[in-house]
């Protein structure tokens, strides 16, 4: 009986060991699992920062634009021409393309000849200035003009 005894005992040592490899086995797989679905939520979290970036680079070109919106005012020039310009601008030759505003860009005009300003992105051209000719009075009548130098 005492054989029997120790078979049974070596038996259960067997299968004590066995459910303790099977439980690790079984313990391993759970770990791998736990490793897994912590990689893909470190690869959707960096996702979502990515995303949270993205989204606060949008908000704050949207805030820089509005602040320069409200920083310019239609202003109707002198030739005709409706554009934009700082408010309470000192300095008269700073005009924005009205045009690329509306499209959410920032475009100085430059100037060109007899008023006409122009928008180095678009290529719209503005009569903001009253056209030079316009600056100049009639030349006065010559009592000494006899119709043939000068017309009047």
């Known amino acids: 009986m ?3 005894v120790s078979k049974i005992k070596t038996a259960l040592d067997i299968i004590q060991k066995i459910a303790r ?3 690790l086995i079984q313990l391993q797989s759970t770990i791998t699992d736990l490793q897994q679905t912590i990689y893909e939520l470190q690869d959707q979290n ?3 920062r990515e995303e949270m970036v993205e989204c606060k680079r949008t908000l704050d070109d949207k805030h820089e ?3 320069f919106l409200s920083s310019v005012e239609e202003y109707p020039g002198p030739g005709g021409a409706v554009i934009f310009r700082i408010k309470d601008q ?3 030759a700073l005009f924005y393309c009205p ?3 509306g499209n959410r860009k920032k475009m100085l005009l430059q100037k060109g000849y007899s008023g006409v300003w122009t ?3 678009c290529q719209a051209s503005y009569q903001v200035d009253e056209p030079l000719a316009s600056h100049f009075p009639e030349p006065p009548e010559n009592p ?3 119709g043939r130098l000068f017309r009047s």
Do not use: A, T
Request: contains cysteine; aromatic residues 8%; glycine residues 4%.
């Open 2 to 4: 005492s054989l029997d």
């Open 21 to 23: 490899g099977s439980e």
């Open 46 to 48: 960096l996702k979502l």
């Open 65 to 67: 634009w509005d602040q």
């Open 90 to 92: 000192k300095v008269r």
């Open 99 to 101: 045009r690329c505003i």
């Open 119 to 121: 928008c180095p992105d």
């Open 144 to 146: 000494y003009n006899d």
